[in-house]
């Protein structure tokens, strides 16, 4: 498996430099929330969305074993949280270059299909789209796996009050991975349909409006 996580998070850094001659030198880097280049910079700065994908699943393959080591010289309770922290770790070192990945390809048709467009202030709203449709597959995801995990430091609905003990811990998770499935699907739906102005800030509207509903069901 650990094979697995290192060859999947090479891809988009493999596809990234096989592609990159075909570039022009400068290239569009930055879009804002209408979806038009408003920055320009070099073509290899698209070589650093896939160093920080190899950087993640590298610090969370060091930490899935430094918890794994914990699990096994551990007190019963400290090795309970460190499985769980392992295996979300493990879902984490996957889920990142998966969703990212898909992302940077994403980024690369975009930006080459800008630096080579005749007017390079042509609208492209695709990798706003694509960004939050990414999110909002994550949330669904996250949401699944939440009322599963225990309690743990590292993954959850982790306040106070829902870390108080394991009841409230299933009750707030459970209720989050409701949340978090109907925010993920709210996003594709709205990444797909609305227009993408609206798009961030609906996005945001969701997120906000959950946590709040989350804090106070965790209080009670």
Known sequence: M???????????????????PLFPERVP???????????????YELLLMPLIILLVVAVSSFATKHYAKRAECADESE????????????????????????????????????ATAQNI????????????????LMCVVMGNFMPKA???????FRVTWSMYNDNTWKKCNRMGGIFFVMIGLLMIVTSALVPVTLVAILSLVYLFGATIILLIYSYK
């Open 2 to 20: 650990k094979k697995l996580k290192l060859l999947i998070a090479l891809v988009p850094l493999v596809i990234t430099a096989a592609v990159l």
């Open 29 to 43: 880097m930055h879009y804002n929330i209408e979806g038009n280049v408003d920055r320009m910079g070099s073509r």
């Open 79 to 114: 090795a309970k949280t460190a499985k769980a922290n392992t295996k979300v770790l493990g879902i984490t070192s996957l889920a990142v270059p998966v969703v990212f990945g898909a992302l940077q390809c994403g980024i690369l048709y975009m930006t080459y299909r800008n």
């Open 121 to 136: 202030e042509v609208k492209s709203d695709l990798i706003v789209r694509l960004t939050f449709i990414l999110i909002g």
């Open 150 to 156: 225990p309690r743990n430091n590292l993954f959850g």
